[in-house]
């Protein structure tokens, strides 16, 4: 089916209390994988890509052909979603080359700033359909060349991140409260009393970055209080390094990646499985 809006299933998620994945789509192994464990779970989906994956695969335009090829392809609801859009000129650059969902990252400005930047974004992108996920607060953690210290990191204010929903009718609000982006040096120390009070005070769900890692149990209490979308990357990006370090020191002259990248799509594809069923959207689509 072509792809859609996250908004095609993200207030059902909120409402039916399960939580959507976004799995980022790094190289056509990472897509397939990730395709084709929605087909088998039954569940909607959310292929991300970042703004460093984009340059890495050609460009906006390279991301929406693979993304659209496997949605038109499949029988279950895909969005295709920027990830930590850093500007205005690039998510316009993403809707104008097909992206059905963006995510605009203001949360290092003054919050009057965020809020005025988020503003402009989902007016242009409502005008076309197109979905919009913002953030509040610093979330920790390294994804692509971004780099936030735990020092830096920032919580969320409740009051702040109701105020903020309120004035730009986001679609999903995206809330710094304890995950980190990349691998947990221990367990993370998630605020659910910030994912509470904010869900309950706005019709959007929560976003959770920072899914990767995170203890299944803590996963569930979020999805419960209001999380409907949880990003997932680090935990694909080690499952599929993991398998070709094993195969390459087993098998020190094979040079075909076929042999490889194959069983890592497969070691992927099951990390999706078991995410989408903890999230509770198997059997959604």
Request: hydrophobic residues 45%; glycine residues 8%.
């Amino acid at each position: 089916m072509p792809l859609v809006p996250m908004t095609a299933f993200l207030p059902r998620a909120k409402a039916e209390g399960f939580a959507v994945g976004q799995f980022n789509m790094n190289n056509l192994e990472f897509t397939q994988a990730i395709i084709e464990a929605a087909e088998e779970e039954k569940s909607p989906l959310i292929f991300g890509a970042s703004e460093g994956a984009i340059k890495y695969m050609g460009g906006p335009d390279v991301v929406v052909a693979l993304a659209k090829v496997f949605a038109d392809r499949s029988s279950v609801p895909v969005a295709l979603h920027l990830d930590h859009g850093s500007s205005f000129d690039m998510v316009m650059k993403c809707i104008r080359a097909g992206f059905t969902s963006v995510m605009i990252d203001g949360s290092h400005l003054p919050l009057d700033e965020n809020i005025a930047l988020t503003k402009k974004v989902v007016e242009a992108a409502h005008a076309v359909g197109v979905s919009v996920e913002a953030e509040l607060g610093k979330i920790g953690g390294t994804e692509d060349d971004l780099s936030v210290d735990e020092e830096d990191a920032m919580l969320a204010d409740p009051d702040e991140a109701i105020r903020f929903w309120e004035e730009t009718r986001v679609d999903a609000l995206a809330l710094a409260v304890g995950t980190a982006h990349g691998l947990y040096k221990g367990e993370p120390n998630i605020r659910f009393h910030i994912i509470e009070k904010v869900a309950q005070n706005i019709e959007a769900p929560i976003v959770l970055h920072g899914g990767s890692g995170v203890p299944d149990e803590q996963i569930r209490k979020a999805i419960r209080l209001g999380v409907g979308k949880i990003n997932v990357n680090t935990e694909n990006q080690v499952a599929c390094t993991e398998t070709v370090r094993k195969i390459l020191a087993e098998k020190p002259s094979l040079y075909d990646p076929r042999k490889y990248l194959g069983p890592a799509r497969e070691a992927m594809k099951e990390v999706v499985k078991q995410k989408m069923r903890l999230f509770g959207s198997s059997g959604k689509a």
